[in-house]
């Protein structure tokens, strides 16, 4: 079994699939912030991370926005409200660094990243198929109002 935890240490090739560094870098980040949330004694971590993690979803705003993104517009647009989720999640936990509150982006930053792990063409062939099986986002993922 692969455990998660495991997967932030390693860093992606110069030469990898976008779509896996991106995973990574989420990955680490919410590792991160979870990591901060646990030193409670140290807030400063909890804010350097928050600081972080709302710069890699800036930079994936950034590329959605560009004139240049080749994504169809509806996954642009959705990931542009989630960046908008995640500025406005960030600037309320740089106001209360209780580490409850930074569990959403923890949870988003891991689910986003368990998606991108996902290959988009063997997901493509296999629409009809039963998909029972596969996992859900959490919740806490759906209750997301952005």
């Given at each position: 079994?692969?455990?998660?935890?495991?997967?932030?240490d390693?860093?992606?090739?110069?030469?990898?699939?976008p779509?896996?560094?991106?995973?990574?870098?989420?990955?680490?980040?919410a590792?991160?912030?979870?990591?901060?949330?646990?030193?409670?004694?140290?807030?400063?971590?909890?804010?350097?991370?928050?600081?972080?993690?709302?710069?890699?979803?800036?930079?994936?705003?950034?590329?959605?926005?560009?004139?240049?993104?080749?994504?169809?517009?509806?996954?642009?647009?959705?990931i542009?409200?989630?960046?908008?989720?995640v500025?406005?999640r960030?600037?309320?936990?740089?106001?209360?660094?209780?580490?409850?509150?930074?569990?959403?982006?923890?949870?988003?930053?891991?689910n986003?990243?368990m998606?991108?792990?996902?290959?988009?063409?063997?997901?493509?062939?296999?629409?009809?198929?039963?998909?029972?099986?596969?996992?859900?986002?959490?919740?806490?993922?759906?209750?997301?109002?952005v």
């Amino acid at each position: 079994m692969s455990y998660p935890s495991k997967q932030y240490d390693q860093t992606p090739s110069h030469n990898a699939d976008p779509r896996e560094i991106e995973s990574w870098a989420l990955l680490k980040s919410a590792l991160q912030l979870e990591n901060a949330c646990r030193n409670t004694e140290n807030s400063n971590e909890l804010r350097e991370c928050l600081r972080q993690n709302q710069v890699l979803w800036t930079i994936f705003q950034a590329s959605v926005a560009a004139e240049d993104c080749v994504l169809p517009a509806d996954l642009r647009e959705n990931i542009l409200r989630l960046s908008v989720f995640v500025d406005g999640r960030t600037f309320s936990c740089l106001g209360d660094l209780e580490p409850k509150n930074v569990q959403a982006l923890i949870d988003l930053n891991r689910n986003v990243a368990m998606g991108l792990k996902v290959n988009p063409e063997a997901a493509q062939q296999n629409q009809g198929e039963d998909t029972s099986k596969i996992a859900q986002p959490t919740d806490r993922l759906n209750a997301i109002d952005v």
